[in-house]
Structures are given as structure tokens and as C-alpha cells.
């Protein structure tokens, strides 16, 4: 993509573009903001009257390295991934990093942890967290 900011013009338009620099930082710094370690993964979040689903996005994860905590309000997952050469080898160029993150997330009602279920294919991680008895609607018969 062009900016006029980066081109050869780019001393003349300083003046009128004071923030170039700025802008010129932050698109160099946008591709590399999936790789981040700090970055929390993709997640998407469904409610059903039943519970919850998360989708989570993590790409290059093994099974045994995810933790998933359930407690009370909060579904609580950690995820560690290490990166290393092969033996013999050596790295010219290392797009993909080691990272460990852990999130926490907080939902408006209790969990049922005994009937939570999680599954992890193609890099998603797929999390079925049941909301408590107690919190899950009920029909009332009128009589």
C-alpha cells in the first residue's frame, strides 16, 4: 500500500502530515502484531440458556500445553508454545515465537465445572462450559 508520508516527498510532507512518523511506526509494526507473545489469542464467545462456548484460536499449541481452570464465574486457560531448531540446525529467519500467555474470563453467571467440555482440532480450541442449575432458565407451569 502507498502512503504519501513514506514516499521520496516524504521531508516536504512532514509538515503537513506531523503524525507521519507515527504512522509510518505503527504500519511497520501491524504484521508482526499476530506474532506478538503478549497478544491474546482470537476468541469468539457464544451464550446459549444452557451456557457457554469459546472458540479459541491457537495455532501451533499442543494438547499438553494447555491448562483450563474453571471456577465460579471464571473460565481461566493458559497456553504455552516453544519454538526450537532442530538439532544440527540453525535459524536464518523466525517468524513464529515461543510465548506463554494465560487469560481469565469472567462470565455474569456460576459455571458448572463437572460438565465442562473442551476439544482441540485444527489449531481451535473448543470450550463447552455449562452454566450452573441453579442459573439456567425454567419453565413454569401455570395452574
Known amino acids: 500500500m502507498w502512503y504519501p508520508w513514506t514516499s521520496d516527498f516524504a521531508?516536504?510532507?512532514?509538515?503537513?502530515?506531523?503524525?507521519?512518523?507515527?504512522?509510518?511506526?505503527?504500519?511497520?509494526?501491524?504484521?508482526?502484531?499476530?506474532?506478538?507473545?503478549?497478544?491474546?489469542?482470537?476468541?469468539?464467545?457464544?451464550?446459549?440458556?444452557?451456557g457457554y462456548e469459546f472458540r479459541i484460536e491457537v495455532p501451533g499449541v499442543a494438547q499438553k500445553d494447555l491448562t483450563l481452570d474453571v471456577h465460579d464465574m471464571t473460565l481461566t486457560l493458559?497456553?504455552?508454545?516453544?519454538?526450537?531448531?532442530?538439532?544440527g540446525?540453525?535459524?536464518?529467519?523466525?517468524?513464529?515465537?515461543?510465548?506463554?500467555?494465560?487469560?481469565?474470563?469472567?462470565?455474569?453467571?456460576k459455571l458448572d465445572a463437572e460438565r465442562t467440555v473442551a476439544n482441540l482440532k485444527d489449531g481451535i480450541l473448543t470450550v463447552k462450559v455449562a452454566k450452573a442449575p441453579e442459573n439456567q432458565p425454567r419453565r413454569v407451569t401455570i395452574g
Open 11 to 50: 521531508p516536504s510532507l512532514n509538515r503537513l502530515f506531523p503524525f507521519s512518523d507515527i504512522i509510518r511506526q505503527l504500519d511497520r509494526a501491524r504484521p508482526n502484531a499476530a506474532l506478538a507473545p503478549d497478544n491474546d489469542p482470537v476468541t469468539t464467545l457464544l451464550e446459549t440458556p444452557e
Open 78 to 87: 493458559s497456553a504455552r508454545r516453544g519454538v526450537k531448531a532442530r538439532d
Open 89 to 109: 540446525w540453525s535459524t536464518h529467519r523466525a517468524e513464529r515465537e515461543a510465548f506463554a500467555w494465560k487469560h481469565s474470563f469472567s462470565l455474569p453467571t
